[in-house]
C-alpha cells in the first residue's frame, strides 16, 4: 500500500507513504471510506512520514484506509460566474445554487510582481461623516477597522458595503472568516433585497467550521477579487470580517501540529502569512482592491501581537472604543487613535488637513476640561475655555450619524454625508456660527441644514 492513515487527531492527519517524493505542500489528498469522502492538504514531509490538515471533520475516519493525490490543489472558480454566488473556503457552492464551471484557479497566487503595483491615490466617500473626515480613504488602500467585541465592526462592515455601491458602483468580494453564520445569512438577504447581489461574491468560513475552513476562507476570497482585477480591470471592493479569526485559526493548527508558538500563543510563522494575505491586496495598472479589514481587538489591547502584525501592512485605522459607545456616541469611532495616509495637505487640501488638526487641538483640551470641571466645576473655566468645551461637544455629537444598516433598530432613515458638508459644518461650529444652539440637536443628524439654522 502507497499511502496510508498512521495516526489521526482532529487537525492533524499522519499518512505513512512510499511515494513521498512525489507529493509536495501544498498538495491535496483524499480517502474514501465507503460513500464518505475525506480531504486532506500536505503541511509537511519528513520521509515517508506525511503531516496533513484534514479539510472537513474527521468523525468517522480510521486508520490505514488507503489514500491518493488528488487530481488539483484548492482552486476556486474562475470566471463571471463568480458574482452573486456564496462559496465556503473550498471553493464549493453554498447558497443552493448550481454552476458549470468555467475555469478554476488555485487560491495560493504568487503572479505579484513588484513592477505590476501602482499607486494612485483618489479619495474614495464612504458618505459616514467621522471615516470622511478623520481617515479619508483612497483606491487602493488598506483600511483596518479595529475594535474588541461588539462595538460595532460589522456595522461599519455592512454600511461601507451599502454605501460604496451607491458612490462607485464597484463589484465587491466579501470575505467571513470564523464569524458567526447568522451575519453571513443577513449580509445574503440583505443584499439580495437591494438588487445588488448579482454585484458581490461571498466567502465564508464560519465560526463553527474547523481552524483548517477559517483559514483558507481568505486564500479563495482573494482569488476571487483578482479575477475581477485582473481579468475584468475593475476597481474592487474587498471587505474581510474577521482577518484576526485568520491568525487565531492559524494558531490552533500551529498548536495541534506540536510547533512552538511565540508569545502570546501565536506561531511563528505569523508575520510570514499575515504578509503573504496583503501582499495580494494592491492596485495594478488597469484595476484596484480597495479592502476594509475588521480586526478583532483581543481584551481591547491595540498593542497585542496580531494586531500588531496586522495594521504594519495597512494604510491606516479605524479604532472603535467601547468607552465612546458607552456614551451613546456611533459609529464608536476613537478619533485620536484613527489615521490615514491621506491626511496629508498635499493629498486632501489645506482646508481640510487645517479643520482636521483644529478638531483634533478641541477634542484633546475638551479632555483635559472635562477633568477640570469633575474637580472644579464649569464656572471656573475661562471665557476662551468654555466656548471650547461647549464647541467640542458639539462636535463629538456632530460625528454621530444615523446608519442605512441599522435603520430597523433605530427607526431613524441613514443618511450618506458629503465631505464638501462636513467641512462646512464643522467649520460653522468652530467659527462659533451655532454656538446659541443646543447640543443635543447635533446627536444622529447627516448635515446642519436639517436643523434649519
Known sequence: MANKIIAISDINVQIFSELSQDLEIGDILIAKDGKKEYKFEVVEINNNIITTIPLTSVVGLKRNIEVEKFNSGLSIEY??????????????????????????????????????????????????????????ISKGFKMGLLG???????????????????????????????????????????????????????????????????????????????????SKKQDV???????????????????????????????????????????????????????????????????????????????GQIVLDRKVAEKGLYPAVNVFKTTSKMIDVELIGQRHYDLVKNVLFYLSRYEELEEIIAVLGIDELSAEDKLIFYRSRKIRNYFTQPLFVSENYTNIPGKFVLLDDVLNDI???????????????????????ELGI
Do not use: C
Open 79 to 136: 470566471s463571471d460566474n463568480i458574482l452573486g454566488k456564496v462559496f465556503n473556503s473550498y471553493g464549493e457552492l453554498i447558497d443552493a445554487t448550481k454552476m458549470e464551471s468555467v475555469a478554476t484557479k488555485t487560491i495560493y497566487n504568487k503572479d505579484n510582481t513588484l513592477d505590476k503595483i501602482k499607486v494612485d491615490y483618489q479619495i474614495l466617500p464612504t458618505g459616514i461623516k467621522v471615516l470622511d473626515f478623520f481617515a479619508p
Open 148 to 230: 474588541g467585541a461588539g462595538v460595532g465592526k460589522t456595522v461599519i462592515i455592512k454600511e461601507l458595503i451599502n454605501n460604496l455601491y451607491k458612490s462607485k458602483q464597484s463589484n465587491a468580494v466579501f470575505i467571513g472568516v470564523g464569524e458567526r453564520s447568522r451575519e453571513g445569512k443577513e449580509l445574503y438577504d440583505e443584499m439580495l433585497e437591494s438588487q445588488l447581489l448579482d454585484k458581490i461574491s461571498i466567502v465564508f468560513g464560519q465560526m463553527g467550521e474547523n481552524p483548517v475552513s477559517r483559514s483558507k476562507a481568505i486564500y479563495s476570497g482573494l482569488t476571487l477579487a483578482e479575477y475581477l482585477r485582473d
Open 237 to 315: 471592493l474587498l471587505f474581510i470580517d474577521n482577518i484576526y479569526r485568520f491568525v487565531q485559526a492559524k494558531s490552533e493548527i500551529s498548536s495541534e501540529l506540536k510547533r512552538v508558538p511565540v508569545e502570546n500563543g501565536y506561531p511563528t510563522t505569523m508575520a510570514t502569512e499575515v504578509s503573504e494575505i496583503e501582499e495580494r491586496i494592491n492596485s495594478i495598472e488597469g484595476g484596484s482592491i480597495t479592502s476594509f479589514q475588521a480586526i478583532y481587538v483581543p481584551a481591547d489591547d491595540l498593542n497585542d501581537e496580531a494586531v500588531q502584525t496586522i495594521t504594519g501592512h495597512l494604510d
Open 427 to 449: 467649520e460653522g461650529i468652530l467659527n462659533g456660527k451655532y454656538d446659541n444652539v443646543d447640543e443635543s440637536k447635533f446627536l444622529y443628524i447627516g448635515t446642519i441644514k
